[in-house]
Every structure is written in structure tokens, then in C-alpha cells.
């Protein structure tokens, strides 16, 4: 079965770094388009960026654009968040996700925690 | 980018209840359009893609249509485990994809 596990969270201090990792299993990950998704405590839900199966192809939100780069080793299953000159303001859960064949986010992990606070 | 605008943002409901969320985009998505599920500490859970395809496994009392710039997602009969918050989401032509605000659902 498709398991998505999130690792990396923690607390940070206002213009520190992190780096969250997605390990992928029970799918082909090398045939899929990957995302991060972002939730902030009690809000909704915000697209942070997208790689193709390849990792040619990457877009970012513009909240994170200059600050975050993702990336994936399609040897290893893995996917990568990393997360520069981190804000209060990207306090959140990190979600990554699985783009299925129509666009939609059809395979999501638990989520793992960012805190940016001082 | 597309804005999506999702109403009303909860409602409360008894149990067998139908229920209808409806979900605006800014500009025309064809039917570009994805609902999803939350509930409390879990991650969001892929119910309808494409408006109106069932995801596999989903129950068959929810439902999706809709095309262009509107679009609903109903529930035939409300049960207690449908108790979440619902998610529209656009994933027109290029990021960004942007999910509505939320739809909290609760049993009256």
C-alpha cells in the first residue's frame, strides 16, 4: 500500500534553516509528479510547491519562492524539502503529497511540524 | 492566480441530512476541480477528482458536479463519521493550485 512518511520538524529559530524529507514506498516513485502542502495551526490548506517525476520540472508558491527548494532522489524514494530564512509565518504542518494521473493530491503522509518562533 | 471561494464555511446539520458545499473559482477551470476531506489530526483524504469522479473506496453518498467557475459537493445522507472539514481545490493549467478556505461540517 502507498505510504507517505514526513520527517525533519521541529523548532526553529526566525532565519534558521530545516530540511523535511518524505520517504515514499508500495508506489513506483520515479512515475510520479510530487507536491508539498502546508497547513498553519487552526487555517487551511496552502500549496507550497510541486517537482516532476523527473525533477526538471519545479514550481513554487510565491510565499516560499527564494527561500525553499525542493528536490528528490528517485533511487533513494525520497523527496526534499529544504527551508531557508524560515518566518513566524511558515509555522505549519508539512504535508507531502502524491500528484495522481488527474492533477489531484490523491495520496497524503501524516504531516510533520514546523515551529518558527524565538 | 485563481482564487476559489467556498461557502458557507461550516454548517451543522442532523443525521441523514443532505448536505451542500459549493466552491467558486475566479476564472473558468473546465472541471479542473478536486474535494477533499479532513478530519481532526489527519491529513486531508482525496474524495472527488475531475468534479465528479468518485475516488475508489469512497462511499457512494458523496458527490461532486459542477464545471467553468462553479461547483458543489454534496452529501446525500449525512452520518456521524462524515463529521470534517471539506476542501475544494483548482489545479488548472499551471501552479499555483489553490484550495478553497474550508467548510467545516458538524452534527446538529
Known amino acids: 500500500q502507498v505510504q507517505l512518511v514526513e520527517s525533519g520538524g521541529g523548532l526553529v529559530k526566525p532565519g534558521g534553516s530545516l530540511r523535511l524529507s518524505c520517504a515514499a514506498s508500495?508506489?513506483?516513485?520515479?512515475?510520479?509528479?510530487m507536491s508539498w502542502i502546508r497547513q498553519a495551526p487552526g487555517k487551511g490548506l496552502e500549496w507550497v510547491s510541486y517537482?516532476?517525476?523527473?525533477?526538471?520540472?519545479?514550481y513554487y508558491a510565491d510565499s516560499v519562492k527564494g527561500r525553499f527548494t525542493i528536490s528528490r532522489d528517485n533511487a533513494k524514494n525520497s523527496l526534499y524539502l529544504q527551508m531557508n530564512s524560515l518566518r513566524a509565518e511558515d509555522t505549519a504542518v508539512y504535508y507531502c503529497?502524491?500528484?495522481?494521473?488527474?492533477?489531484?493530491?490523491?495520496?497524503w503522509g501524516q504531516g510533520t511540524l514546523v515551529t518558527v518562533s524565538s | 492566480d485563481i482564487q476559489m471561494t467556498q461557502s458557507p464555511s461550516s454548517l451543522s446539520a442532523s443525521v441523514g441530512d443532505r448536505v451542500t458545499i459549493t466552491c467558486q473559482a475566479s476564472?473558468?477551470?473546465?472541471?479542473?476541480l478536486n474535494w477533499y476531506q479532513q478530519k481532526p489530526g489527519k491529513a486531508p483524504k482525496l474524495l472527488i477528482y475531475d468534479a465528479s469522479n468518485l475516488e475508489t473506496g469512497v462511499p457512494s453518498r458523496f458527490s461532486g458536479s459542477g464545471s467553468g467557475t462553479d461547483f458543489t459537493f454534496t452529501i446525500s445522507s449525512l452520518q456521524p463519521e462524515d463529521i470534517a472539514t471539506y476542501y475544494c481545490q483548482q489545479y488548472d493549467n499551471l501552479p499555483p493550485w489553490t484550495f478553497g478556505q474550508g467548510t467545516k461540517v458538524e452534527i446538529k
Open positions: 517537482i516532476s517525476s523527473s525533477g526538471s520540472t519545479i
Open positions: 508500495g508506489f513506483t516513485f520515479s512515475d510520479y509528479y
Open positions: 476564472q473558468d477551470i473546465s472541471n479542473y
Open positions: 503529497a502524491r500528484v495522481g494521473g488527474y492533477g489531484a493530491f490523491d495520496y
